[in-house]
């Protein structure tokens, strides 16, 4: 069984930037697609991004694209996701997630994931 522990939220004016970190233990992280999604108050979690066993592949949700980059390094069982130009809406907790066996085509569904971080806070101020 995987944990996952993420770090780096907090708060942040908008166009600003912040990293979150997600740390594995406990498994072989380089089996798991990781993924980020994102839960603001009263809405549905939502995707943000994916990135493959290897990280050579990614996908992201279109609110995501050209400002946020997900990388992982294997080496250090982390999943990182880089956030720029950051506005009012990103405001939410953002969680990690590792899938064994993700669905061709769905590694943007929280429903392939396995393991499930606690969350951290990402407050976006206008």
């Known amino acids: 069984q995987v944990q996952l522990v993420e770090s780096g939220g907090g708060l942040v004016q908008a166009g600003g930037s912040l990293r979150l970190s997600c740390a594995a233990s406990?498994?072989?992280?380089?089996?798991?697609?990781m993924g980020w999604f994102r839960q603001a108050p009263g809405k549905e979690r939502e995707s943000v991004a994916a990135?493959?066993?290897?990280?050579?592949?990614?996908y992201y949700a279109e609110s995501a694209k050209g400002r946020f980059t997900i990388y992982r390094d294997n080496g250090k069982n982390t999943v990182l996701l880089q956030m720029r130009s950051l506005k009012p809406e990103d405001t939410a907790v953002y969680y990690c997630?590792?899938?064994?066996?993700?669905?061709?085509?769905?590694?943007?569904?929280?429903?392939?994931?396995?393991?499930w971080g606690q969350g951290t806070q990402v407050t976006v101020s206008s």
């Open positions: 997630a590792a899938g064994l066996r993700p669905s061709s085509g769905s590694w943007l569904l929280p429903r392939e994931y396995d393991y």
């Open positions: 406990g498994g072989t992280f380089s089996s798991y697609v």
């Open positions: 990135i493959s066993w290897r990280g050579s592949t990614t």
